[in-house]
């Protein structure tokens, strides 16, 4: 296995290999850029919806069976913010999104094999900038493009979440290579490649211990949160949202999965290669169904790291502490990285209290009841040590 093969690369993982700064969409998009670049100002307006429905409908059908990859991922994330500003940037939600949004936005989503609403990959991976084109991908160096609010408490949320998918290229690089060497049968080697994981997951975990610095967990709940929801198990929606004028669809309502960190491919890559298993439940459910919502390419890398990877019963099998220990140590980082995840689930969302319709602090951003099993799918990770 080789990260190319799947779009990604050692230095950035999952995110975009361009940067979504040098990135320019044809003329016909002017007025969705226009928009989407004045999204705080009509949220604040409290009547996005009269704004966004005098956008024109560029007629992209063709334009985006031809269009580089580069620049459809551009328009999706510049769509997909304004087709949630549509929904919850008032107080009550609609029951359809017009056709001069919902027609582009399915088109987008069709040639990118993803969902018609904003995806993680559009939140995060494709939205982001470094500063200082001639310094890394650090958390001093990346801005956050397309915003809602704006504001530091809503870039640092996602800006975090920049800097980990960044950090997480070593471990999908080594992932691949232990397919390999799993097989070939060098324990030195498969050593090595798991302490430098161990190594980058202490990095990871160093991004992630800083969201409290400037990602306040009142701040997030009512002006971060309320617009990344989804259409699924949400009842201010009865169900779903309509998809106005797209025929596919024949008017039937959308229950769709909102954008949630759920959707990082960083663990369900790590449990694929080190073969940890999770026993049926919602969360196992949820999750199953959330990985159609990936990018074509990150599910492939996934499927293929579950399908080869014989990692478990080669370290099984040899008789080799340090390889024993080192293969521990990283199930144990991927657990820990699970608890850190737990940990602000409960301070950013199960602890806040709101009216905001849609914004429930006991369902996920993603439509599930996730305190439960968030931790049974912790400690099944802390249980499959060899």
């Given amino acids: 296995m080789k990260l190319s093969d799947y779009g990604l690369s050692r230095e950035r993982g999952y995110l975009s290999h361009y940067e979504i700064d040098s990135i320019t969409l044809p003329a016909q998009f002017d007025p969705i850029v226009d928009a989407a670049g004045r999204l705080s100002d009509l949220l604040t307006s409290g009547q996005v919806r009269h704004w966004l ?26 769509y997909s913010f304004l087709v949630q500003a549509y929904v919850w940037g008032e107080n009550d939600p609609p029951a359809a999104l017009p ?3 919902a027609r582009p936005m399915v088109a987008l989503a069709d040639r990118l094999g993803q969902a018609p ?45 920049v800097a980990i998918e960044a950090e997480a290229g070593v471990l999908l690089d080594n992932a691949a290579k232990l397919v390999g060497v799993a097989k070939d049968g060098s324990a030195a080697e498969a050593t090595r490649l798991l302490r430098e994981m161990d190594d980058a997951w202490e990095r990871i975990y160093g991004h992630f211990a800083r969201m409290p610095e400037r990602c306040d967990p009142y701040i997030y709940f ?22 106005e004028g797209v025929d596919k669809f024949g008017g039937e309502k959308q229950a769709l999965r909102g954008q ?4 990082s491919s960083i663990v369900p890559a790590m449990d694929a290669l080190f073969q940890v ?75 806040q209290a709101g009216s905001i319709a849609g914004n429930d602090p006991d369902v996920g951003t993603g439509g599930t009841p996730f305190m439960k099993y968030l931790k049974k799918h912790r400690d099944e990770n802390v249980a499959q040590t060899v």
């Fill in 277 to 351: 298993g999770h026993s049926d439940d919602p969360l196992k459910s949820f999750l199953d169904e959330l990985h159609q919502y990936r990018p074509v390419q990150h599910r492939r890398f996934i499927e293929d790291l579950a399908a080869q990877s014989t990692l478990r019963e080669f370290v099984s099998r040899a008789d080799d502490a340090e390889l024993k220990a080192a293969f521990n140590a990283c199930l144990e980082q991927s657990a820990r990285f699970r608890t850190r995840h737990l940990e602000y689930a409960a301070s950013y969302i199960n602890k």
């Fill in 260 to 263: 949630t960190g759920s959707q």
């Fill in 222 to 243: 009512h002006r971060v949160r309320p617009y990344i929801h989804g259409w699924a198990n949400n009842p201010a929606l009865g169900g779903g949202l309509v998809y």
């Fill in 99 to 101: 056709a001069n949004l």
């Fill in 117 to 161: 609403l904003l995806p993680y990959s559009g939140y995060v991976l494709d939205n982001w900038y470094r500063l200082d084109k001639t310094k890394p991908v650090t958390l001093d160096n990346i801005g956050m493009h397309q915003n809602f609010l704006g504001g530091a408490d809503e870039n640092w949320f996602v800006l975090v979440h």
């Fill in 53 to 78: 429905d005098q956008l024109p409908d560029p007629e992209i059908t063709e334009w985006v069976q031809s269009a580089e990859d580069e620049q459809v991922r551009t328009a999706m994330v510049h």
